[in-house]
C-alpha cells in the first residue's frame, strides 16, 4: 500500500509571547498551522503578568488581579505543544521564494534562522518618556516610568507622590497610593483624559490633589528626593511617577527588509484591516501595537484568534 506522505503544516513566526502571541498560538494548533513563538524576554505573559489590579474586563473571574489572570493563561499555554524561543531577538526578516526566512539571536549568542509561512506580530507597547525623565530614571530609584512595577505596589507608603500625566494609569495610580496613606499630586499638561470614575474618585479625597494644563518647569532628584519647580513654586517630594502613556513596540520593523514593512497608522500602530491582516502580505498584526479601541486582554485574545483564522484561510488552501 502507497500512503501519501503528509503535508507538513505551514508555520506561524509570532512575535511576542503575551496574550495577543498566546492567544494566536493557541488557535494555531486548532487550525492546522504550527506556531513558533519568538519572545523577547525570559517568560510568556506581557505586560499583565506585573498587574496587582484586579482585571475588569474578562468575564468569569471577578476580582482576580492580572498577576493571577496570567498564570494561568500561561500555565495552559505552556501544557501546549508550541515550541517558544525565549530571549531571543528577530535579527532580520525577508521574504524568499515562497516563505519568509527570520534570522534570530539568542541571549546566548547562539544565532539561527528559521522559515515560516506567516508572520504575526504581536509585541505589545512601552511605557513612553521623554529623554529628559528616562535620564532622571537612569540616575534615581525613585523616578519611576509607567505603571505596575512591584515597588509602587509594595514600597511607596505615606509619602509625597508627584504623578505626571492624565490618562487612566495617573489616575488609577494615584487612588491606589491614596489608598496606601500617600499624598498625591497629579498634574497634566493639558486637562484629564482619564475615565470619567477615575476624575470623580479623585476628586472627592483631600489626598489627591489634581493640576491641570501644568509641567514642572525644572526636576531634578537627589539626596533630599525630587524637587519640582513651577513659576512662583518648588516643592519636594519623595517618589516621582511617570504616565504619560504608552507607544508600540514596532522597532524591530527596522529589521525587516523594507518591501516587508507594513504601512503604520498616523500614531506609529501597525495598521490591520478586520482579519488582522497587515498591509504585506503573509504578516499579521494583533494585540496592542495595533491601537485597538480598547486596549485589554480580551481584545488581544480575540485578535490574536482572529490572526490565526485569517492565516488559515489565507495560507492552508494555497499550498
Ligand atoms: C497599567 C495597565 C493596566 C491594565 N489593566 C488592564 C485590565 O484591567 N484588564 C485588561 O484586560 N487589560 C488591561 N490592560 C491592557 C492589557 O495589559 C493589554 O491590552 C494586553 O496585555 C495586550 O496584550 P499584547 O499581547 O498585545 O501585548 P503585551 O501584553 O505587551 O505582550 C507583548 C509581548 O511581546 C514581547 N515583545 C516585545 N517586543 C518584542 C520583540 N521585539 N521581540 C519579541 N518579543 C517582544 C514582550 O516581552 C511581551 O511578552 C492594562 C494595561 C496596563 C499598562
Known amino acids: 500500500m502507497i500512503t501519501e506522505p503528509r503535508p507538513t503544516p505551514p508555520v506561524v513566526a509570532i512575535l511576542g509571547a503575551g496574550p495577543a502571541g498566546m492567544s494566536c498560538a493557541n488557535a494555531c494548533l486548532s487550525f492546522g498551522l504550527r506556531p513558533l513563538v519568538i519572545e523577547r524576554s525570559d517568560q510568556a505573559g506581557g505586560v499583565q503578568r506585573r498587574n496587582f489590579h484586579p482585571n475588569l474586563w474578562m468575564l468569569g473571574w471577578p476580582g482576580e488581579t492580572g498577576e493571577s489572570l496570567t498564570r494561568r493563561m500561561v500555565e495552559h499555554y505552556a501544557s501546549l505543544p508550541i515550541e517558544t524561543r525565549y530571549q531571543t531577538e528577530l535579527l532580520g526578516a525577508q521574504r524568499g521564494k515562497s516563505v519568509f526566512r527570520l534570522s ?161 497608522t498616523a500614531g506609529g500602530h501597525v495598521h490591520v484591516d478586520d482579519w488582522q491582516r497587515t498591509s504585506t502580505p503573509g504578516v499579521y498584526a494583533a494585540g496592542d501595537l495595533t491601537a485597538p479601541a480598547q486596549p485589554s486582554v480580551p481584545t488581544a485574545i480575540a485578535q490574536g484568534l482572529a490572526a490565526a483564522r485569517a492565516i488559515e484561510r489565507d495560507i492552508t488552501w494555497r499550498r
Open 104 to 264: 534570530l539571536a539568542e541571549s546566548g549568542g547562539e544565532r539561527e534562522t528559521i522559515q515560516a509561512d506567516a508572520i504575526v506580530l504581536a509585541t505589545g507597547m512601552h511605557p513612553y518618556a521623554t529623554p529628559e525623565l528616562e535620564d532622571l530614571a537612569r540616575r534615581s530609584p525613585r523616578v519611576i516610568i509607567g505603571p505596575l512595577s512591584h515597588t509602587i505596589r509594595d514600597g511607596i507608603q505615606d509619602a509625597d507622590v508627584l504623578i505626571l500625566g492624565g490618562g487612566d494609569n495617573a489616575l488609577d495610580h494615584a487612588l491606589f497610593l491614596a489608598e496606601r496613606r500617600n499624598r498625591v499630586r497629579v498634574h497634566t499638561r493639558g486637562t484629564f483624559a482619564a475615565r470619567a470614575t477615575f476624575r470623580t474618585a479623585c476628586a472627592g479625597r483631600e489626598d489627591i490633589r489634581l493640576v491641570e494644563n501644568s509641567t514642572p518647569l525644572r526636576l531634578s532628584a537627589g539626596q533630599e528626593g525630587i524637587l519640582a519647580a513651577w513659576p512662583g513654586e518648588e516643592l519636594r517630594f519623595d517618589w516621582l511617577l511617570v504616565m504619560y502613556g504608552y507607544r508600540p513596540n514596532i522597532e524591530l520593523l527596522d529589521r525587516f527588509s523594507p518591501s516587508l514593512r507594513p504601512d503604520l
